[in-house]
């Protein structure tokens, strides 16, 4: 097997910007080893998510990543972990890769002690260093990550903010008084809109007058991406962050596609039809097309990816088990984190009217 | 000395940006224009560009900014022109600044202050002139204040910025240009006021006024005038209204076993309502010789024309009319 190989990507469609991303990317086989996994090993988590779900130990929201995988795996690996990122509720993906191990985004999800947020967030509230979620409101993230950038830029630290939405966040007004400031400000913010062509049960079609979300921000340069190929993903970041970093902001529209759908209780099929869901399995899939290059180019065996499917599986089943095992946040750990430093004496009232409870 | 609540503000921010050179302002009109109020006047002349902020009218926008700046590590005052506006942007303060260090199991600390005018102003009609102080307070994570004085405002608003929490800080509308004599503790860049405590502006032995922002001024007023009937008012400015000083409140009350309630803001879950509740759930209720009574904004959106609108907010008679009929003297 070679050590590296290039590969053509699909040129991006460009809004207010005379250059693009490269087409052309070179590829260690280190590096596609790594990417392999990573998308493997979300797609195999959120598989998990659904089936405890499923078995009811997954409760309220639970919207799964499944089919985007090459959407953040492809923005971390043009980023630093000093660089920022938040995102809205399809959080999962995006813990893991910023550093939450498959076992803390479980039992997150499952609602125990052991959680990234010690089962107070849930699905949608995942935060690692420098992953500021995790929002429940749709588009409110958006302002926030222009502040996030606000303090990279203040700070002079050099780093960046991706600032990610939905097509559906898309509509909402904040989004676009956030990109306004973010413009007159130069802030190193690059937005990026994840279009999965459905916000909840409503195509882009029905939704939107544009959906050319790349373009969406009039003023501000954008492009769109092949969002299922995580090459032209981590590509396009690449060329953003320079860009931002020495522009002010950047808009990008990673289109993908979500297998699942919108959450748990909706089956995804009342406004789409699984011979739609059936073909982008078939001729988009991020994984498997990745997968393919892979082997076309002889940089990686079959072999090897085989292992890591074990390996992944493997990784993933006993996460599950150890979540699953784990115990739940005892009572008295709900009324801490309230307040930061709070006074020595401060108490919060309980359901009970007479108890007041200590809080940390 | 004698200074203005604008100035108290002022000298407030000033002196808090000076100290951390994480802390900045931002807001609409803050630095070219000097405020809408003049409560940010020659800070962006001193300061410059990087910590005295224009925003364009964008509430929501710019209050999210302000709260994503607040996690990643800054400390933004985040001035809404007046409070009737933050409602454009009450997602991002509910939301966004005060859930976040819970939901994030202590990871994400928000350190930002929201301030700028509220309570009914003059003229201004209904969508100009309402208290926010009940909207704000019944929210956890969050600290709400209410100062009246200048002194209040000076310290509260240095703790606020100080403060390791989002704070909502609740000025009054049409007190800017009243001056109050200031100590030199006060006038000192050490001042802080602690947050959650009560002040008690007036001792007496008959009856307890606790009320908070311009209608302290107002139980004063009438504490004045009572006392020349012989009638000797406590009057408890509380400063803070989250967290409340419940303490300081019962034990005036065991000691007049009357409770008045005073506010601009509408009775129905108001700060009034709060009070009462807590001190007839407390084990002091009993120490009640009559009736809690509540004096309150009407309960209607503030009407323009003045003779309405002067009976849409407490007036002095309304507290002096109150206090006699819980002690039931005439």
Redesign the interface.
């Known amino acids: 097997a070679s050590t590296e190989a290039t590969f053509e990507v699909a040129q991006c469609k460009l809004h207010k910007l005379e250059q693009g991303p490269a087409t052309t990317v070179t590829c260690t086989r280190e590096d596609a080893l790594k990417y392999y996994r990573q998308m493997q090993t979300i797609r195999r988590m959120e598989t998990t998510a659904g089936n405890l779900y499923k078995s009811k130990q997954i409760r309220g929201f639970c919207h799964l990543y499944s089919g985007q995988e090459a959407c953040c795996v492809g923005m971390e690996n043009s980023i630093t972990p000093e660089d ?1 990122v ?1 995102t809205a509720y399809r959080a999962h993906g995006w813990a893991y890769i910023r550093g939450i191990s498959v076992h803390g985004v479980l039992a997150e999800l499952i609602g125990k002690k052991t959680g990234c ?5 849930g699905s949608m ?1 995942m ?1 690692a260093k420098n992953f ?6 749709v588009g ?1 993230q ?11 830029k ?2 002079n630290n050099g780093n960046i ?1 991706i600032t990610l939405y939905g097509d559906g966040a898309a509509n909402q ?2 989004v676009y ?2 990109f ?2 973010a413009m ?1 400000w130069k802030l190193p913010c690059i937005f990026v809109c994840e279009n999965n062509g459905y916000g909840m049960g409503t195509s882009v079609e029905r939704a939107s007058y544009s959906t050319d979300y790349y373009t969406r921000g009039d003023y501000m340069p954008g492009l769109r991406v092949d969002g299922m190929d995580v090459l032209a993903v981590k590509e396009a970041t690449r060329f953003a962050k320079d860009y931002v970093l020495k522009n002010g902001p950047l808009l990008i529209e990673c289109a993908t596609y979500r297998y699942s759908g919108h959450s748990m209780s909706d089956p995804g099929t009342s406004y789409r039809t699984r011979e739609e869901i059936q073909e982008v399995r078939q001729t988009r899939d991020p994984i498997t097309s990745f997968k393919q290059k892979l082997l076309e180019t002889n940089l990686v065996t079959e072999d090897e990816m085989k292992k890591i499917d074990q390996d992944v599986r493997k990784e993933v089943t006993e996460s599950e088990k150890l979540a699953i095992a784990d115990t739940g946040p005892p009572l008295e750990d709900m009324y ?6 709070p ?1 020595a004496d ?1 108490k ?1 009232r309980t359901c009970d ?1 007479v108890t007041m409870v200590a809080s940390r | 000395s004698q200074l203005t609540v604008r100035d108290a503000l002022n000298a407030a921010i000033d002196e808090e940006i000076k100290r951390d050179d994480k802390v ?1 302002l931002l807001g609409e009109e803050v630095a070219l224009y000097d405020g809408a109020y003049k409560v940010s006047r020659g800070l962006h002349k001193t300061y410059g560009d ?1 910590r005295v902020i224009d ?2 009218i ?1 509430e ?15 400390k933004p005052i985040c001035e809404f022109m007046t409070f009737n506006f933050s409602m454009q942007a009450i ?2 303060v509910i ?2 600044a005060a859930k ?10 928000v ?1 930002i202050v929201f301030r700028g005018p509220n309570g009914a102003a003059a003229g201004v009609g209904a969508q100009h002139s309402q208290c926010f102080a009940s909207w704000y307070s019944t929210c ?2 969050l ?1 709400v204040l209410s100062p009246f004085s200048s002194e209040d405002c000076k310290g509260l608003l240095k703790a606020a910025i100080r403060d ?2 989002p704070v909502v800080f609740l000025e009054n509308e049409i007190m800017y240009g009243t001056s109050f004599e200031m100590s030199d503790e006060a006038m000192s860049e050490d001042f802080v006021i602690p947050i ?1 405590k009560a002040k008690i502006e007036r001792q007496g032995n008959h009856i307890t006024l606790v009320s908070h922002s311009r209608y302290v001024g107002h139980c004063l007023e009438a504490a004045n005038e009572l006392a020349g009937q012989g009638v000797e008012c406590e009057v408890i400015n509380l400063r803070s209204i989250r ?1 409340m000083d419940e303490e300081t409140i019962v034990k005036s009350v065991m000691k007049t076993n009357h409770l008045v309630t005073v506010e601009g803001g509408w009775p129905q879950c108001g700060i009034g309502s709060e009070i009462c509740a807590r001190v007839i ?1 407390s084990k002091f209720f009993n120490y009640l010789d009559a009736p809690v009574l509540r004096v309150t904004g009407a309960d209607l959106p503030t009407p323009y024309a003045k003779q309405l609108e002067d009976n849409s907010f407490p007036q002095t008679h309304n507290i002096v009319g109150a206090v006699k009929k819980s002690l039931n003297i005439s």
Do not use: R, W
């Open positions: 920022s938040i947020a010690q089962g107070k967030g509230h935060y500021y979620g995790g929002n429940g409101i409110a958006v302002p926030l990550g222009a502040g996030i950038a606000f303090t990279q203040y700070l903010c007004g904040q008084e956030a306004n400031i007159l801490d984190h309230i307040y930061v430093q006074e401060f919060v009217p | 900045f990087k925003t364009p964008t929501m926008g710019f209050a999210g900014i302000a709260v994503g700046a607040a996690m990643a590590g800054l997602d991002q939301n966004s976040t260090f819970y939901m994030s199991a202590g990871q994400v600390p350190p956890p994570g600290k390791p929490n959650g967290p759930e």
